[in-house]
């Protein structure tokens, strides 16, 4: 069964850092491009970082210098290390597994209820987020 589940979200102080963890399962990781997205209250779903297993391939540039992506295919795991965090960086970090759904066309777009994200990028897998708040 297809799941993406995402950690390490959480409350800091600007200036801090945090890491998230997306862990994948029921699909070919390794095979497989992978990204974070977020969403702001208020705001559309912004695409943060694509990852490959051939490196990073994508990085918004408001996080440019702060962010890293990554992931390790041995634990079929993807990670997003912010650094240096600010108040705008406040959302729900959205872990997704970008075009599956043309793979696999019988999929739903997650495993609960999707993401309003799903409604802009359609053709991903997304999983359920998790929330950063950064405060000044």
């Known amino acids: 069964e297809v799941q993406l589940v995402e950690s390490g979200g959480g409350s800091v102080q600007a200036g801090g850092s945090l890491r998230l963890f997306c862990t994948a399962s029921?699909?070919?990781?390794?095979?497989?491009?992978m990204g974070w997205y977020r969403q702001a209250p208020g705001d559309e779903c912004a695409l943060v970082s694509i990852?490959?297993?051939?490196?990073?391939?994508y990085l918004l540039d408001s996080v440019k210098g702060r962010f890293t992506i990554s992931q390790d295919n041995d634990k079929n795991t993807m990670y997003l290390q912010m650094n240096s965090l600010k108040p705008e960086d406040t959302a729900i970090y959205y872990c997704?597994?970008?075009?599956?759904?043309?793979?696999?066309?019988?999929?739903?777009?997650?495993?609960?209820?999707?993401?309003?994200?799903?409604?802009?990028?359609?053709?991903?897998?997304w999983g359920q987020g998790t929330q950063v708040t950064v405060s000044s």
């Open positions: 990852s490959r297993s051939d490196g990073p391939k």
């Open positions: 029921g699909f070919t990781f390794d095979e497989s491009e």
């Open positions: 997704a597994a970008l075009k599956l759904l043309y793979a696999r066309p019988h999929l739903p777009a997650s495993r609960g209820a999707p993401p309003p994200c799903a409604q802009r990028f359609v053709n991903n897998f």
